[in-house]
Structure formats: C-alpha cells, structure tokens
C-alpha cells in the first residue's frame, strides 16, 4: 500500500511512495529544509493511501452511480406494485 506524509506546519503533501520507509526520508528531508529540523507538530506524520484504482476505497471508481441506479429500478418496481 502507498504512504505518503503531510505537514501540518505548512499544510504540505509528499507524493505517494510504494514504502513507508522512503515516506519517512521524505518527512525528515522536509523538517530539515523547511523548518529547520525541528520536530513535528501534532498530526503530523507518514499515512497509508488507497490505491487510485479503488477510488475511495470501499467500491472501485466509477461504480457507485451505477450501485444507485441500480437501487432507484428497485424502488421504482416496488412503488410501480
């Protein structure tokens, strides 16, 4: 799973990276060049990040119109009886 880190500080995002640790590189290379390496604010820090592919992670993209579609024929036929 991708991981990327954000700043608090300076509301900054890091790109994606395929490992936690090179994640990681990338927050200590920002805290040294942007804010001195000073330690990190509080929420600060590497996240997981779902995969594009799966959109928000729950469905993949691009299926959830066609999931209410589906429920709008459903409701439809049951208000048509």
């Given at each position: 799973?991708?991981?990327?880190?954000?700043?608090?500080?300076?509301?900054?995002?890091?790109?994606?990276?395929?490992?936690?640790?090179?994640?990681?590189?990338?927050?200590?290379?920002?805290?040294?060049?942007?804010?001195?390496?000073?330690?990190?604010?509080?929420?600060?820090?590497?996240?997981?990040?779902?995969?594009?592919?799966?959109g928000d992670?729950?469905?993949?993209?691009?299926?959830?119109?066609?999931?209410?579609?589906?429920?709008?024929?459903?409701?439809?036929?049951?208000?048509?009886?």
């Amino acid at each position: 799973m991708p991981h990327m880190y954000e700043c608090q500080q300076c509301r900054t995002q890091a790109p994606r990276r395929a490992e936690r640790e090179d994640a990681e590189d990338d927050l200590e290379e920002h805290r040294d060049l942007a804010h001195g390496g000073l330690a990190p604010m509080d929420g600060d820090g590497i996240r997981p990040v779902h995969d594009d592919r799966r959109g928000d992670g729950l469905l993949p993209r691009h299926t959830l119109p066609a999931v209410l579609f589906l429920l709008a024929l459903v409701l439809a036929n049951c208000w048509g009886r």
